[in-house]
């Protein structure tokens, strides 16, 4: 029989189908140090992740029953894929299934910061009794999202996923990407219905100086690409969201940007030092905060257990 770790966790649908297809799966959550030692004694065919396992070099050549590695997800910076692949072990992904969760934390962040909630759930439970006007007063002034502008940074299936929302909301899309040079979306309505745009990529600097927010899509790079010289060619008064990786965005360039009110707000889950982020983030008012859950909702979680077990069934049966 073979046997699968799925160590940072696996929905329920995944295990059925992989029991049912004669698989043992094993739940274990093993600590890094001690991963090598576990699948070896275990003789642990496949080993499944997400984002907190780091499957490295070091890792793979001491483990000879490995024949898969998977990662829940799009991003595949925690795992030596040339590496794995050099000695013949299958990599597999899920690129589609968390698409649209990433997309609909984009909004919430966005939704969020336009009418000033992070601040107003710190600030309400502390003056909403005895300041209730003044409070009143100091949100008053929020923007609705529909006629603005959305710069999308990074065009593949997240980044198409949040332009299609947003038009589906009446704002304008536009964006950047190295490899879409164009770009044919489709929006669906509940009654079968669906309208269709046609997009065309820009550079960088047209989108951050057109946009009214700009949204992050874009896997783990080797040096920022939202830096200082970057955040100042964005619109006063404007907003960014980074749901992709940490360590994309300058968090030093961008609470400057917030403190010296060039940028009205900022929605992060993701973060240069995660899982640590630094306390003048965490503590800034002007940034809405989740921590690292784009893909993780029950929809998405059952789209990537069915997804990863599918192509496990396929390559080791």
């Not at 692949?85 to 968390?98: L, R």
């Not at 008012?285 to 069915?306: D, F, N, W």
């Given at each position: 029989?073979?046997?699968?770790?799925a160590n940072d966790?696996l929905?329920?649908?995944?295990?059925a189908?992989?029991?049912?297809?004669?698989?043992?799966?094993?739940?274990?959550?093993v600590a890094q140090?001690?991963?090598a030692?576990?699948?070896?004694?275990?003789?642990?065919?496949?080993?499944?992740?997400?984002?907190?396992?780091?499957v490295?070099?070091?890792?793979?050549?001491?483990?000879?029953?490995l024949?898969?590695?998977?990662?829940?997800?799009?991003?595949?910076?925690?795992?030596?894929?040339?590496?794995?692949?050099?000695?013949?072990i299958?990599?597999?992904?899920?690129?589609?299934a968390?698409?649209?969760?990433?997309?609909?934390?984009?909004?919430?962040?966005l939704?969020g910061?336009?009418?000033?909630?992070p601040d107003?759930?710190?600030?309400?439970?502390?003056?909403?009794?005895?300041?209730?006007?003044?409070?009143?007063?100091?949100?008053?002034?929020?923007?609705?999202?529909?006629?603005?502008?959305l710069?999308?940074?990074?065009?593949?299936?997240?980044?198409?996923?949040?332009?299609?929302?947003?038009?589906?909301?009446?704002?304008?899309?536009?964006?950047?990407?190295?490899?879409?040079?164009?770009?044919?979306?489709?929006?669906?309505f509940?009654d079968?219905?669906s309208v269709?745009?046609?997009?065309?990529?820009?550079?960088?600097?047209?989108v951050?100086?057109?946009?009214?927010?700009?949204s992050?899509?874009?896997?783990?790079?080797?040096?920022?690409?939202i830096?200082?010289?970057e955040?100042?060619?964005?619109?006063?008064?404007s907003?960014?969201?980074?749901?992709?990786?940490?360590?994309?965005?300058?968090?030093?360039?961008?609470v400057?940007?917030?403190?010296?009110?060039?940028l009205a707000?900022?929605?992060l889950?993701?973060?240069?030092s995660?899982?640590?982020?630094?306390?003048?983030?965490?503590?800034?008012?002007?940034?809405?905060?989740?921590?690292?859950?784009?893909a993780s909702?029950?929809?998405?979680q059952?789209?990537?257990?069915?997804?990863?077990a599918?192509?496990v069934?396929?390559?080791?049966?």
């Amino acid at each position: 029989m073979k046997v699968i770790l799925a160590n940072d966790g696996l929905a329920k649908e995944g295990i059925a189908l992989l029991e049912k297809a004669g698989f043992e799966v094993n739940l274990t959550h093993v600590a890094q140090e001690q991963l090598a030692n576990f699948i070896n004694e275990n003789k642990i065919n496949g080993l499944l992740v997400r984002s907190a396992t780091k499957v490295n070099k070091e890792i793979i050549d001491a483990c000879p029953p490995l024949k898969l590695i998977g990662r829940g997800g799009v991003g595949m910076d925690n795992i030596d894929v040339k590496h794995a692949e050099s000695k013949g072990i299958h990599i597999i992904n899920t690129p589609e299934a968390s698409s649209e969760s990433v997309a609909e934390l984009v909004f919430a962040h966005l939704f969020g910061a336009v009418r000033f909630l992070p601040d107003s759930n710190r600030n309400m439970p502390l003056e909403g009794e005895s300041h209730f006007k003044s409070l009143k007063k100091s949100y008053a002034g929020g923007l609705e999202l529909r006629g603005k502008t959305l710069g999308i940074v990074g065009f593949g299936r997240i980044g198409q996923a949040t332009a299609k929302m947003a038009l589906a909301l009446g704002m304008k899309v536009i964006y950047t990407d190295h490899h879409v040079n164009k770009a044919n979306l489709e929006v669906s309505f509940f009654d079968g219905q669906s309208v269709s745009f046609s997009l065309e990529a820009q550079d960088l600097k047209s989108v951050l100086k057109q946009s009214d927010f700009v949204s992050l899509h874009v896997p783990a790079q080797e040096d920022y690409v939202i830096g200082k010289k970057e955040l100042e060619m964005m619109k006063p008064g404007s907003g960014i969201i980074n749901t992709s990786r940490g360590g994309i965005l300058d968090e030093v360039a961008l609470v400057e940007a917030l403190d010296n009110d060039h940028l009205a707000f900022a929605g992060l889950d993701v973060y240069e030092s995660e899982p640590h982020p630094e306390i003048q983030i965490l503590m800034n008012p002007k940034i809405s905060l989740t921590p690292h859950i784009g893909a993780s909702t029950i929809e998405a979680q059952q789209r990537i257990g069915m997804e990863l077990a599918q192509q496990v069934i396929k390559l080791l049966n």
